[in-house]
């Protein structure tokens, strides 16, 4: 089993900026795919961003960002702590959502766009972007 605690979300305005901390605990192997994404009400889950371990990829990990967030959004590892950011700078009203991150163990060469291919899911964290 593996545990994925999202924390960071909070309230800012537009322009701001906010780093998103998903911490993993459990069986995590060296092939996985993880990834970050939202809902805002009223709307599906949306991707963001996700990335191949780099077992799995000939470079340090294959990234995947949405077009809306290319530029602004980055992602980040610390393996040592088994932790995932999402860094979120220029904030608009539209990222406001709750953010999930997700991740997919073993090898895995799919979309990663679509939610039915993680298995693992966080409880979310909130992110309101004020106009």
């Known amino acids: 089993q593996v545990q994925l605690v999202e924390s960071g979300g909070g309230l800012v305005q537009t322009g701001g900026s906010l780093r998103l901390s998903c911490a993993a605990s459990?069986?995590?192997?060296?092939?996985?795919?993880m990834g970050w994404f939202r809902q805002a009400p009223g709307k599906e889950r949306e991707f963001v961003v996700a990335?191949?371990?780099?077992?799995?990829?000939?470079?340090?990990?294959?990234?995947y960002y949405i077009d809306s967030v290319k530029g602004r959004f980055t992602i980040s590892r610390n393996n040592a702590r088994n932790t995932v950011y999402l860094q979120m700078n220029s904030l608009k009203p539209e990222d406001t959502a709750v953010y999930y991150c997700?991740?997919?163990?073993?090898?895995?060469?799919?979309?990663?766009?679509?939610?039915?291919?993680?298995?693992?899911w966080g409880q979310g964290t909130q992110v309101t972007v004020s106009s």
């Open positions: 459990g069986r995590i192997f060296s092939n996985y795919v």
């Open positions: 997700a991740v997919r163990l073993g090898y895995y060469s799919g979309d990663l766009w679509y939610t039915g291919a993680y298995d693992y």
């Open positions: 990335f191949r371990s780099s077992a799995i990829s000939r470079a340090d990990g294959s990234t």
